[in-house]
């Protein structure tokens, strides 16, 4: 009868382990957006089996000093240093979690020295070794520790969005300076140019054939390009400044190449270097579970529901009994007990306390926990629809960029005939300053937009790289 009795007893607390569900382990089914790269038809065309993210940031990159300042970034900044030091803290805080299943032992040596009525005085002493053990029969410790799993993962997420974040800024400011020495060498250019002009007019106006006021205006025309100069210059002091503050390092030159000298990985791709930048044909962006894979931001935030989970089993295993084990083992000479010398002392206790009447804490932790879950549950597909939107952003930006790449070229092209033609002509007396002066604008600032217009689509092209989860390895 008593060995039947047992059978039921361990049958309804394995029924009930099964039907609270305590110790079941979290499985991502959250649904998110099938299209969360958009519908458009250049994101189709864009899609494929594999992804641009999978390459290695050091393949991506295949400028050599590049790849140098990305290294050096990524060993001295203080943002990516903290995140490293969050991962360590956080793996601390799991490897307490596991230990939490052992048992605890302190040793508590204890001594007493009294007197009553001026007698004399009596000595006691205790050397105990004390242990405690809580027994994860609910488990409150299971799920704790692997909340505290989730964490880490979060921390180590966290971790490669800072140093995607860094590589994507890096690069960027590295292109920058590209472009504004690029810019720079337009400018300067454009300067000689222009000073000839200067010259032209005012021998023009020593001869008679030209007004003081056409000198004048070809001279605020030419002074302008200086003013752009200067203010060139003074950019290239500001982004080099900005990236030594990547590095944590004082105010120093930045060493580079000339634009174009080393292009993004495209090494399958034939012409020149911004059709192989701009061809949507070489941006594959895979499909979107790649993407899930790929981006630290959405792991992090799977994560993070996995840790409200367990924190959601744990509020509940709360109201569940907890079980102690507690004992002393050690020497004594108490008087009620033994005399000296001190002999062995032994006690064991065995605790279980039931939650009856908590002042309402346990049931508002459970409803604080299954609303914090509920809500990370939304924030992480308004994560995957943000990614979506990042990685459709970037890629039309690249589409824009390659078409905007043609008329530029073509524009830098006419406008350089008509400047040279409208020279001409009026060296010969056969066109007026205006029109001298309008052409020349008009072709330097085509040659400055256009310079601009391979920045943007080299930004967009990184920007796709990050935000498909490039940069994490």
Not at 141 to 156: D, G, P, S, Y
Not at 248 to 253: F, L, N, T
Not at 390 to 404: D, F, G, Q
Not at 455 to 460: F, G, K, N, S, V
Request: overall charge negative.
């Amino acid at each position: 009868m008593k060995r039947v009795s047992n059978i039921f007893v361990a049958a309804a607390v394995s029924l009930m382990l099964t039907g609270c569900g305590i110790y079941n382990k979290y499985e991502q089914n959250t649904p998110t957006p099938a299209d969360a790269f958009g519908t458009e038809e250049n994101i189709q065309a864009a899609a494929g089996n594999t992804s641009m993210a999978q390459v290695s940031w050091r393949e991506f990159f295949t400028d050599p000093l590049l790849q140098q300042l990305i290294e050096q970034v990524l060993a001295n900044n203080t943002d990516l240093n903290s995140a490293r030091i969050a991962v360590e803290k956080s793996e601390a805080a799991l490897t307490a979690a596991k230990l939490a299943y052992l048992p605890s032992l302190y040793f508590a040596p204890q001594g007493a020295l009294s007197s009553f009525d001026k007698s004399a005085a009596s000595k006691t002493y205790t050397l105990p070794l004390q242990l405690s053990m809580d027994i994860d029969l609910f488990g409150s410790i299971t799920n704790q520790k692997r909340a505290a799993k989730a964490v880490v993962l979060q921390a180590q997420m966290q971790q490669q969005a800072v140093q995607s974040n860094l590589i994507s800024v890096t690069a960027q400011q590295y292109l920058m300076l590209q472009v504004l020495d690029l810019q720079l060498e337009i400018l300067t250019q454009t300067d000689s140019l222009w000073n000839k002009s200067l010259e032209t007019e005012q021998a023009l106006w020593e001869n008679g054939k030209a007004y003081s006021t056409a000198v004048n205006q070809m001279e605020a025309s030419y002074l302008n390009v200086k003013t752009q100069i200067a203010d060139t210059r003074r950019n290239i002091r500001t982004v080099e400044n900005a990236i030594c503050k990547l590095l944590a390092v004082s105010p120093q030159h930045i060493n580079r190449q000339k634009w174009g000298t080393s292009t993004l990985h495209h090494a399958e791709a034939t012409g020149e270097a911004e059709e192989r930048m701009f061809n949507t044909k070489y941006l594959q962006i895979g499909v979107p579970a790649q993407m899930l894979e790929n981006r630290p931001d959405i792991r992090m935030a799977n994560h993070a529901m996995e840790e409200a989970f367990y924190n959601t089993q744990a509020a509940r295993s709360a109201f569940y009994p907890s079980i102690t084990l507690s004992g002393i083992a050690g020497w004594t000479n108490d008087a009620g007990i033994v005399v000296n010398p001190g002999k062995l002392l032994l006690n064991a206790v065995a605790q279980l306390t039931q939650p009856i009447f908590a002042r309402g804490k346990l049931i508002a932790n459970k409803k604080i926990a299954t609303l914090t879950e509920e809500d990370l549950q939304k924030k992480y597909v308004q994560t995957v629809i943000n990614a979506g939107n990042e990685v459709n952003e970037a890629l039309t930006k690249c589409m824009t960029a390659r078409e905007k790449h043609s008329y530029y070229q073509r524009q830098v092209e006419v406008l350089g005939e008509a400047y040279t033609g409208t020279h001409e002509l009026m060296d010969n007396g056969k066109a007026s300053y205006i029109e001298v002066l309008t052409a020349q604008e008009s072709l330097l600032n085509a040659q400055l937009s256009a310079a601009m217009n391979m920045y943007d689509a080299a930004e967009a092209v990184i920007a796709l790289y990050i935000s498909l989860g490039g940069g994490t390895k």
